[in-house]
């Protein structure tokens, strides 16, 4: 049986690529970032586990942890980038930003061909 023994909290802090770091007492960090740390401390927690099965679990999820947090700060990168635009742009509304009183327009409903006589005989002789 695996000893739970309780751990004293550390500040974990994490490298970032824009040379801030940001650390577990931040009041507020990115999502990108919570995914990070949780990835690190499930690896971290996966190299105390005796059973294969349950530490290939773990690597998996931190895996999963990692990819999520690539995503997550190709999000918070792109939504910096349209902030920035829509600040440049003296606070206006930007093309790529819908507006809040835009209604979708609704697609034309195709309409089927119609059945020419050479069609309908070609149908008849095919019986």
Do not use: C, F, W, Y
């Amino acid at each position: 049986m695996v000893e739970i023994t309780p751990v004293e909290p550390e500040e974990v802090v994490v490298a970032s690529e824009n040379a801030t770091d940001r650390s577990v007492s931040d009041p507020e960090p990115k999502p990108s970032e919570e995914r990070l740390l949780d990835a690190e401390a499930i690896e971290a927690a996966a190299k105390t586990m005796e059973r294969h099965t349950a530490r290939a679990h773990l690597e998996s999820l931190a895996q999963k942890l990692r990819r999520d947090a690539a995503a997550l700060k190709r999000v918070e990168a792109s939504r910096a980038k349209m902030e920035a635009s829509s600040l440049s742009q003296g606070g206006e509304t930007s093309a790529l930003e819908p507006s809040a009183t835009a209604v979708p327009s609704q697609a034309p409903i195709p309409t089927p061909p119609s059945r020419t006589a050479a069609a309908s005989s070609v149908a008849h002789a095919a019986v």
